[in-house]
């Protein structure tokens, strides 16, 4: 028996359905097991024994993006590759989350100013909730990202404020799917 067994009344709520959730949530985010570039070796050193992401219960890498809620965009995103990474994006389930890992990820790093094939920031593909700098950043930083994005999902609620109803109401624009235009090369 815990701590918190026979100490509260029958009927009294102790929780709100929006803690229940959120905890459920953050309690269980599943990885999608998708790597692109250097950084994805770090990726995997996180879900290890020595790093042990496990512990906060984001260790069940799934093989298919419909089995998974946390997207880590590790690496490099190439032109070339940015509609596959939307595609798997649509096709995990709500809700999901995005981690952009690294600074190619984040900005394009140190392609940015002659990678004319690096897209600049994987938030122009896919929506992102907590970024990661470094190059490569070490698994503890991915640790402290992990962390950071279940604070934000402990802070949501399914509630929908009043003002926005009439918005909510229309259905929200997804991004496009299909290939992503690169822009001109610098000359
Ligand atoms: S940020 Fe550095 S380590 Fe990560 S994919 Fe880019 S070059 Fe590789």
Known sequence: MSWIENRFEEGLIITSLDAAMNWGRKSSLWPMTFGLACCAIEMMAFGGSRFDVDRFGAGAFRATPRQADLMI??????????????????????????????????????????????????????????????????????????????????????????????????????PAAGPIASPAPAV
């Open 73 to 174: 965009v590790a690496g490099t995103v190439t032109y070339k590759m940015a509609s596959r990474v939307r595609r798997l994006y649509h096709q995990m389930p709500d809700p999901k989350y995005v981690i952009a890992m690294g600074a190619c990820t984040v900005g394009g790093g140190p392609y940015f100013k002659y990678g004319y094939h690096v897209v600049k920031g994987v938030d122009m593909v896919v929506p992102v909730d907590v970024y990661v700098p470094g190059c490569p950043p070490r698994p503890e930083a991915l640790l402290e990202a992990l962390m950071r994005l279940q604070d934000k999902i402990s802070a949501q609620t399914i509630a929908r404020p009043a003002t926005r109803r009439a918005a909510a109401a229309a259905p929200a624009p997804e």
